[in-house]
């Protein structure tokens, strides 16, 4: 059964009209299951919030123009969840069955992965806005796929040289991971990191519960038994507030600094909840690390008018995807003399695009310009009079945080991040 959920259209347009005066784009992301409440609806949010903008020529400069060079959104929202292979079949209808002119979406890395080679099949532009896999473009090349957020990579190395700044006497590590692809692969990226950073570093234990466990007390008495001086968790969703609601009446978080890589999706949800000291990552300077430019005050205030919540990550994100996208097409509609412009010429005006967004600067400077780098931030939570506030806070500039082109992450961290 197909999910597409949602249309925003332009009415009162005959058909030819509406075929020239608008942009149809398809939005993807997980509107149920699991990734849903930390990611997916806060993205589609995001979508709705800044295609409403778009439209109404609110946005700033340079995004102040309607629409898409002038021609009006319309978007096709589909529901991530599901298999991989319901994600190919939702793509393929997407741009041969609805006509998009451009996909926006996946957290999943698994379905980035999958959808890659189809949409350089299908010659669809397509803009990855969160999933974290540094596979993409590592492993492959492609000319209709981009991905506008820094991969995972910086996430850990990010952590592991916050963990050196602040504990520069350390000597020992733990984990507490899922045990699928992110968990092991931000785990082991934050091992190599620190065992790079630290030679002498311990790794007391790494605990690999299954996903969605929802029980973590066998593997919390297994962390404070081994007494580690930094304890290391990309636990997301449920996950992450099993952890803080069994880990901190424990005293885990006193004990061991806790650095949560994707904690900012429950910073405000569980504010009272998370112990004084917890390391906090938003993957990237989002959420309470995004500048306070004039993007990040157009869209956190904008978004927080409209749905009563702070946006997280996964909304900057999605913001930032179709900001970048509009600013290619414009570019490339400028070169291509006012007209439409066609797929490849978006594409190319895409890549090695320099951009400010919500978020601060984005460079599309991996992958052979189809991949971008982002500085990112670390603090420590600290209530006081009741709101959760952020202390200690240390930005890591991109070029610290993420490989050089043409190196495989793995081998940039295992070499000393040698540029």
Known sequence: MKKVLAFVACALLSAGAFAQSTVKIGIVAFISGPAASPFGVPAKNAADFVI?????????????????????????????????????????????????????????????????????????????????????????????????????????????????????????????????????????????????????????????????????????????SAGADVTHSSFWDGDLEALILQGGPRGLMQKSMTILTTGETVMHKLAAQIPDGTVLGARGPFGPYAPNNAYKKWFHGGFTAKFKEEPNYASYQMAQAILAVKLAWEKAMQKNGGKRPTNEQVGAALENMTFEGPGGKVSMALGKGHQAIMETAYGQTKLVNGKLTLVNVKRYPAEKVNPPEGVKSSDWIKNGFKK
């Open 52 to 224: 409403e903008q778009l439209n109404g020529g609110k946005a700033p400069a340079p995004y102040n123009k309607k629409g898409f060079g002038g021609a009006s959104l319309e978007t096709v929202i589909v529901d991530e969840a599901g298999s991989t292979t319901t994600q190919v079949t939702e793509f393929r209808n997407l741009v041969q069955k609805h006509n998009v002119d451009v996909v926006i979406g996946y957290i999943s890395s698994g379905n980035c992965l999958a959808i890659a080679p189809v949409a350089e099949e299908l010659k669809k532009l397509t803009n990855f806005f969160d999933c974290g896999t540094p596979r993409i473009f590592e492993d492959a090349s492609y000319k209709y796929v981009f991905r506008t957020s820094a991969h995972a990579t910086m996430d850990s190395v990010g952590a592991a040289l916050y963990v050196k700044d602040l504990k520069p006497s350390l000597k020992s590590i733990a984990g507490l991971n899922q045990n699928y692809a992110w968990g092991q692969d931000s785990w082991g990226d934050f091992e190599l990191a620190m065992k790079v950073l630290f030679p002498s570093v311990e790794v007391k234990t790494s605990q690999m519960p299954k996903l969605f466990a929802g029980q973590y007390n066998a593997e919390i008495s297994a962390l404070l």
